[in-house]
């Protein structure tokens, strides 16, 4: 029992949607997985054939128990290891971010899908040693994500190259298939839908995913930053880190007063009264914070929503939605004010971008 009271169960829809991944990577995982089930459960079978051989009889079978017991505690780790794997590794939710290495993920990975006919033939060059920082689940179900989409982009003359390489300060992930006769595909609706929460998933880790269709080839690269570059972004990161808030507010007053006590607390302020400037100052001015009046005309909300997070280049912004009643809520913001604001409101806003920016 919540002892808030609060019994409410609540999951938002990019959290249903990477739980949707997640199932659908375990139910294309499962022949493997049967496979290295069944595997551990006849070498086990076997293994207590044997022993039971042994011990009835002990002067013909040239095994001794011991032997038998070594080879079933073996079988035994395996078998620990592939429900390890089922649960830990596949099923897990995402958790908090953690330095780990990515070749030896996409290894795991690709070890998994080993019985695919186009990772089997794939020519593969993954360099060792490429640490980087994000949260193990996200980055496995995106690895596993892209690969699954390109072998259902797969043709019979297609060859497929897996990469992964350090680029500058980051790291690179990338799925090539090349092939004479392929021509540029339209994604389809549902392609859409998996590559915008793949670019969701990745986005909260600081991380980008481009897709290129040229014809002769089809390209799907992951771009994650190193280890070392999320550790110079962390120690850079003070508390005091001045903020980017872009006010879009029909009342020209309320909208200058907040962004002159924003001024004065050190942050970047740059107010809008009307929704004809709304997309285009997004994408000049790519805040940190947007304060969006509902009642603001000329606009979608959705749309809105959508654009301020294409506008920082891979970092999340935070979208809170002001108006004059609490009943008006729209699901594409993090946040809801009630005017007036309430200046602790808004430092609480400013706090939990810092954490996350």
Known sequence: MNPSGDTKFRLDERSLHASALRAQILERCRRTLNHDMNNAVQSIHSGLELLSKCVANPGIVRVSPQECINLLQQQFGNLQNTFRKLLSDIADPPGAPETFDLSALLAEVLQTLRHERGIAKGKIHIDPDLPIHARKATIRSVVFGVLFDALDHLNSDDSLEITAFRQAHRTKFEVRMRSVNRRPEQPSTQAVSITELLVSLLTEEGSELHIEDTGEARTVSMTVPSAQEASAQSEGAADDMPLRVLIADRNQDAADSLAM???????????????????????????????????????????IASAARAARRGKRALLAQVSSSDRTRHAAFDAHLVRPVDWPQLQALLRTTRETS
């Open 261 to 303: 006590i924003l001024q004065l607390e050190g942050h970047e302020a740059k107010t809008i009264y009307s929704g004809a400037q709304l997309l285009g100052t997004l994408a000049s001015f790519s805040p940190h914070i947007v304060l969006f009046d509902s009642d603001l005309s000329d606009c979608d909300p959705a749309e």
